[in-house]
């Protein structure tokens, strides 16, 4: 045997293998490094790699990766404060509260930067990558790559939305709730602390949503996503609302489109024997909610935790744990993006008692229990949303 063939082999064995270079499997890389795992992650594609989001990491997403090793700033883009929501009657904003747990702001970073971010600190960490090398997946084989069979004590599927690990290992059964599409671009604007205040917007308008999110000096990332068949694209959502399209009117274009599939799926299993899926793999939240990041980043820790005890059953609570709360708000904002008469009350009660959106947006983050939400706060919500117009608290 030759020694190319020798290291070749030698490469090919972890204890951990992650199909997938993406957030979730350099966050998983990064976690089980941090214990001390042996792991290897294999892509198929090539750094950088880009992904259509809305590119805001809100102040929990910040925390979970600071756990990781990762502090971001506002160096790496812009930090905006809080979330606003706008439509054609109303507008309404909520800062983030700074508590000892979370950061007080959120960052708004390209996409490409955060990528690298975690590959340097994988880097760091001193997890094996494998950048343009595809795993191969056989029914009833063992994962290959480069030719060469591997050799590992737990897989970890981090390859997205249409997982080829999931279909392998025969975790694919599930229901996929909802399905929207989404398309990402990004903008050089003018006077943006005077048009563009300090907070992630979410325009409301008669085909779907935009989220405008700032980036960096003079630069914002406009994602917009419908619910319509047929997809509506970035431009043509921007022309459907007016108070949107006027503000972007002297933009200058600085990226080509792209565009994505956002989901809300749940699968009956996310394990099977010494396979777990990580990420969108392993289901989803609609975008609407901004928190498909943070999602990802606690269900790194919480397998790299179970595989150093020796056990996936508890990733097994803890992922669904982890999927809750998101799952549960995208339910209910879907319902306002369905439902343009009621979304137009909503936004307009919450302008009318922004102390309500600001406990809304609380509850969002999981820094205040959902039930306490809806016990304290739903009825005076609902009495409102009955009330021919909306009164000032």
């Known amino acids: 045997m030759s020694s190319s063939s020798l290291k070749l082999r030698s490469q090919n064995r972890c204890d951990v293998l992650v199909v997938g270079g993406g957030p979730a499997g350099l966050a998983a890389g990064i976690a089980l490094r941090q214990r001390g795992v042996d792991v290897l992650v294999a892509d198929a594609l090539v750094p950088p790699i880009d992904k259509a989001c809305g590119e805001g990491i809100m102040p929990d997403s910040r925390r979970e990766l600071a756990q990781l090793g990762i502090d971001l700033t506002p160096a790496h883009g812009a930090a905006f404060r809080g979330i606003r929501f706008c439509d054609e009657r109303s507008t309404v904003s909520a800062d983030f509260s700074n508590g000892p747990d979370l950061p007080g702001n959120g960052i708004g970073l390209r996409r490409l930067t955060l990528h690298n971010l975690l590959i340097e600190r994988a ?4 997890v094996r990558m494998r950048w343009g090398t595809r795993v191969f997946l056989a029914p009833g084989q063992p994962p290959a790559l480069a030719g060469e069979s591997v050799r590992y004590r737990y897989l970890i599927g981090a390859d997205g939305q249409s997982s080829r690990v999931r279909a392998w290992a025969g975790l694919d059964r599930g ?3 909802t399905r929207r ?8 604007t003018k006077a943006q602390k005077e048009i563009w205040p300090h907070y992630v917007e979410v325009h409301w308008g008669p085909v779907g949503e935009a989220y405008v ?5 003079n630069e914002i990332c406009v994602a917009v996503v419908t619910r319509f068949p047929t997809p509506i694209r970035t431009t043509q959502l921007i022309d459907s609302i007016p108070a949107l399209r006027e503000k972007l009117r002297d933009a200058e274009v600085i990226s080509r489109e792209r565009g994505s599939i956002t989901t809300t799926r749940k699968l009956q299993r996310v394990v099977r024997d010494n396979i777990a899926l990580l990420g969108d793999a392993s289901g989803s939240a609609d975008a609407i909610t901004g928190e498909g990041l943070a999602v990802v980043f606690r269900q790194a820790s919480l397998l790299a935790d179970s595989i150093q005890s020796g056990s996936l059953t508890p990733y097994v609570a803890g992922h669904a744990q982890t999927l809750r709360l998101p799952q549960a708000m ?11 008469t009621l979304r137009r009350k909503a936004l307009e009660v919450f302008a009318h008692d922004p102390m309500l959106f600001e406990k809304f947006l609380r509850a969002h983050l999981g820094e205040e229990p959902l039930s306490r939400f809806i016990l304290s706060h739903v009825p005076r919500f609902g009495a409102r949303m009955l009330l021919p117009t909306a009164i000032t608290p």
């Not at 880097?123 to 001193?126: N, R, S, T």
Request: net charge positive; no cysteine.
């Open 213 to 217: 999110t700032p980036i960096g000096d």
């Open 330 to 340: 995208a339910r209910a904002l879907l319902v306002l993006d369905r439902y343009p």
């Open 175 to 177: 229901t996929i709730h």
């Open 123 to 126: 880097h760091e960490a001193g």
């Open 181 to 188: 599409v989404g398309f990402r671009m990004h903008f050089r």
